[in-house]
């Protein structure tokens, strides 16, 4: 399926399982995901970890935790919005460290440390 651009925020979501929310991993064109306000919980599945052609990714106003995927496998990742989650984990230094620009980069209101 050849998919550039999947908005699904505002949708409830939360009755949806985690395998099938996974299987959006399988896009592999998508360049545009938004998924905030869904009533998502839980992790960020690891399937998400092969949109590598993602160049805006928001998961914002959700209930989701730690950890966090490897950001440095999105090259084209322009725009990143995980801010209103309950992510606590530490930030490492190495998460963004081949991410040469953001454009923009939301991570507030989570419970970071580090």
């Known amino acids: ?3 550039v651009e999947l908005n ?3 949708f409830d979501l939360s009755a949806v ?3 099938r929310i996974a299987t959006i991993g399988n896009l592999s064109f998508l360049q545009y995901l ?3 306000n869904c009533g998502l919980s839980g992790t960020i599945p690891t ?10 990714f928001d998961i914002s106003r959700n209930r989701l935790e730690s950890p966090l995927p490897d950001f440095n496998s999105f090259s084209n990742l322009w725009m990143l ?3 209103y ?3 606590n984990s530490t930030l490492q230094p190495d998460l963004f460290i081949n991410r040469t620009m953001f454009g923009q980069l939301d991570i507030s209101n989570n419970n970071f440390s580090g």
Request: proline share 4%.
């Open 1 to 3: 399926l050849y998919m």
């Open 8 to 10: 699904l925020s505002g």
């Open 17 to 19: 399982t985690e395998p």
């Open 34 to 36: 938004s998924l905030s």
């Open 47 to 56: 399937a998400f970890n092969r949109l590598t052609a993602l160049n805006s």
């Open 81 to 83: 919005n995980i801010s």
């Open 85 to 87: 989650n309950k992510f």
